[in-house]
């Protein structure tokens, strides 16, 4: 009997115990309490403590927006916890976080407001990011700059809200002095500059309104005088509408002409553009980016193309300087490979300014060469090309022609001829892999295969067209090089 009550004693006292402690690990674990041992932990515990709090979704809301009502709580600790706040609401859309969403993005530490507005951008659909707005007013540079970036990851902005932003968004990127600021200002007046021009399109060819669309484009310069985008569409507006004369002398006032010349001979293909031919050349560099999709950036490497016209062939020649010429990359070996994967020259033409096809020219620092004609890559042109690396003038070279009779789809039996009347499309690029990786171009085209955006070439010198005569056959031109080189 006696042994029987003692076990029952040991028994209690270990449940007592073990009860005891589960209540302590309760309490300790309470949000409120967590929050409180925010003050004062070492880094892996906050953490620790931070995940547990995200974790426990809803239950925590309510010590979490009393903890962030505390303004004696230290910046950092706010910042944080209205984050996991922000996280929580991301998982489960609780009112209250809602509720609550206006009263953070304008409070007065600046600390805590630059992370509410950096994760109402990462952690609200975009139903909420209107609520976002009153910030545009805030005098916090990094706290304007996080509204312009959050909208600009909107695929489309409705014309109240372009109408909201664009005024702040022009007075930032004119006159602010914080670069971020100035950044992500400039991408949302290009994002009104391109939703402008491509509305001068629709107007142009649905409903025929040359005025419109001019008064549109112009309207689009107004905002941002130097923009590439809304330069070239002026100029390809009046080529659309069979200005050419006007498209040319806009072009040439931009920056977007290409003067081709006829060459006094042509240049012997063997990868050294030093050739005195080439100084006879149109010459243009690629100082632009191709890959921002609303403003123009500059390219770091420098590349410098030249180019010209004899008997129907256009030459180009093209040296792309480098640093590291051992860091090159050349995978490809065999014709009509993805080349412009490698160190590589591109070449595209619009022979029909269609805006809708055209021939791509890519050869890499290897040689090897891809051709295309829209997205049929079958055809093989008669090209011809030669490329060196030359260590000692730190740089490497593409030499390159193509007959322009050969630029045709053979399957619906076209004919080409070179004249001065010839308006082409023509985008020169140069895809450097390492780093910084980049694709430089002549022109920025904010993107590939936007040939509504190519700059235009003419070629000097080429016959008028009633005494046009066909350019040499593929084959002509080859024993034509060969000759030159005996």
Known sequence: MKRALLLITIVAGVIIVFVGISWIMIQSTEPGALINRLQSCDPQERKDILLFLNAGSSDAVPALLAAIGDRENFSELRADL?????????????PRIEEAMGEFLKDPDVVFRRRAINCHSLYTPRSKHELALPCLDDKDPEVRAK??????TWGDINEELRETLLPYALQDWQHADNADLKYFAHLLVGREVTFRCEEATQLLQRNADVVGAEKMLRSALELDPENHRAKIRLVRHFLNIQQRE???ELAEEYGALLRIPLLPAAPVLDGDPTDEV??????????????????????VAKTTTYLGHRDGVIYIASIAYEDNLDGLVVKKTIRDQPVFEDDCMEYFFDPDNSESTDYKFAINAGGAVFDRLGNDSSIDFPCEQAVKIFKDRGYW??????????LVDKRKKETRKLTSESVWGISLLRARIQA???????????GALQLHLFPIAIFEGAPPPETVVAAPAAEDTANAQEAKKE
């Open 82 to 94: 209205v984050e996991v706040l922000y996280q929580i609401y991301s998982r489960v859309a609780d």
């Open 147 to 152: 509204v312009y970036m959050m909208f600009n």
């Open 246 to 248: 006007k498209a040319i």
């Open 278 to 299: 080439w100084q006879k050349a149109c010459k243009t560099e690629h100082p632009y980016l191709t890959t921002n999709r609303f403003i123009t950036e500059r390219a």
């Open 397 to 406: 070279a593409c030499e390159f022609s193509v007959p322009v009779a050969a």
């Open 436 to 446: 910084p990786s980049e694709q430089c171009a002549t022109w920025p085209t904010f």
